[in-house]
């Protein structure tokens, strides 16, 4: 098989989450753990970070490849889904995996394939770990892909763990509390592994508590355990020409740094001080990420690491911006960017998946704005339709569009220059859009 035939064959062979929904979705771990093992173990061979949480947990792994590379490590990037090209999903330094390795991977396990019948996405993790210790990286940056216990990713012993916070979203596969679903999210915590806990709720922070007490039970000098909020704070910031800077001040010191942020989302700001606590923890374990590293690598996640859809601008006049907001956290964070953006009118291009909590994210919709729905190409797409429709019974109106790009080139045409047209509701909506680079 050439590249494409080999994608095509993993594509259509395997169950995928993307596009299938809970059906793809493998609740244990033994699929991974019997690939890795007919691979020769590959997560025994290099170091990682392992990163688990709701949202933010792009956006930190993102952060913190950045800060790594700039710090001179070979650092490799495993993230899902992917927007445009699979290879998306493991970089090294940036750099998409290369088209060969895929096909000679996929042909070196395909009759594990056929035996086992694993996901798509066992088979990309392990793919992942074979590149990153086939290519001998210092560190790899982890992001769990679904929960965390369950999760194909935790068979790592990680550096550090992270969770960047908990919140309402697979609710049919995680729990239907906050508390069960950080309780799943928990499963990454690693014994005598130092943990960041981005964000706290008080139904969720005796759960991080209580299973890193359980886990490191046999340890009487326990490694750190840090809140990343109660060690430093936001003392000042400003969003102006889709940047973003931030001064960061910290709680027993007051010491502070500034920060100029490339990824100019309000909710980064939240990200911010959990890689800064993770840096942190990190350069206590010898990793060279001292400030000027963090600065310098702030400044160019999306150069470094090929990031895109987090609060990006595409187009101007009118101006188009991308994010991938999609859950209820989500959604208050576009609703909290929105009263700082200055326009004449608001336009929102908007596609969802069936098993999101739909109704909730409506509820929190602008009425003020002009919609327009539409659906990604993927079976989990809610038909554009239905979700006009129940979006009508919010207050929200707007057409029917066959897709994205239909939809955007319309809304272009008839949109004032001062106009703000916002793509949201889908990862896979936002990978629609045309033009948007995948590097």
């Known amino acids: 098989m050439n590249y494409a035939e080999t994608l ?48 933010g947990k792009g956006s930190t792994s993102h952060m913190l490849a950045a800060i790594l590379q700039t710090g001179g490590y070979k650092t490799g990037l495993y993230t899902s889904p992917h927007l445009k090209d699979f290879r998306e999903r493991i970089k090294i330094d940036g750099q998409f995996c290369s088209e060969e390795f895929v096909v000679r991977f996929t042909e070196r396990i395909q009759h594990l394939i056929d035996e086992i019948e694993p996901s798509f996405f066992e088979i990309t ?41 908990i919140g309402w979203d697979h609710m049919n596969l995680l729990g239907n509390s906050l508390a069960e679903i950080a309780g799943e999210k928990v499963g990454i915590i690693k014994k005598n592994t130092p943990l960041v806990i981005g964000e706290w709720l008080p139904e969720t922070k005796p759960v991080f508590e209580q299973q890193y007490a359980i886990v ?31 001064e960061v001040a910290h709680h027993q010191s007051d010491e502070r740094h500034k920060y100029q942020l490339d990824l100019p989302g309000l909710y980064q700001l939240k990200n911010l001080l959990t890689v800064l606590a993770a840096t942190h ?17 702030l400044t160019q996640v999306k150069k470094k690491t090929g990031l895109h859809g987090r609060w990006e601008l595409i187009h101007q006049h009118p101006s188009v911006i991308l994010d991938v907001g999609h859950n209820v956290d989500g959604i208050k964070a576009i609703r909290q960017q929105l009263e700082h953006c200055s326009y004449k009118h608001l336009h929102i291009i908007i596609g969802m998946v069936k098993d999101k909590d739909i109704n909730a994210v409506l509820a929190l919709l602008p009425e003020h704005a002009s919609y327009h729905f539409t659906e990604a190409n993927i079976p989990r797409a809610l038909d554009a339709v239905s979700l006009q429709e129940q979006a009508a019974s919010f207050g929200l ?43």
């Open 125 to 165: 993790v392990a793919m992942a770990f074979t590149w990153f210790a086939e290519q001998k990286v210092d560190i790899a940056v982890i992001e769990t892909g679904l929960g965390g216990r369950l999760d194909s990713t935790n068979i790592i012993q990680p550096e550090l763990s992270i969770i960047t916070n």
């Open 281 to 297: 923890e990190l350069g206590k374990k010898g990793w060279n990420c001292n400030q000027e590293i963090i600065k310098k690598a």
């Open 397 to 439: 109106k707007g057409n029917v569009y066959a897709n994205v790009n239909i939809a955007l080139k319309e809304v272009i045409a008839k949109a004032d220059s001062t106009d703000l047209i916002l793509i949201c509701g889908s990862v896979f909506l936002v990978g629609e859009v045309a033009g948007v680079s995948s590097e």
């Open 216 to 246: 490191n039970n046999a340890n009487t000098s326990q490694p750190p355990f840090v809140f990343a909020s109660e060690e430093r704070w936001i003392s000042d910031w400003e969003y102006e020409h889709h940047l973003l800077e931030a």
């Open 8 to 55: 095509d064959y993993l594509f259509a062979k395997l169950p995928m989450f993307s596009r299938l929904g809970a059906a793809a979705y493998k609740k244990d771990l033994t699929n991974t753990i019997r690939l890795c093992e007919a691979l020769g173990n590959p997560q025994q061979q290099f170091k990682s970070i392992h990163i688990a949480g709701t949202n």
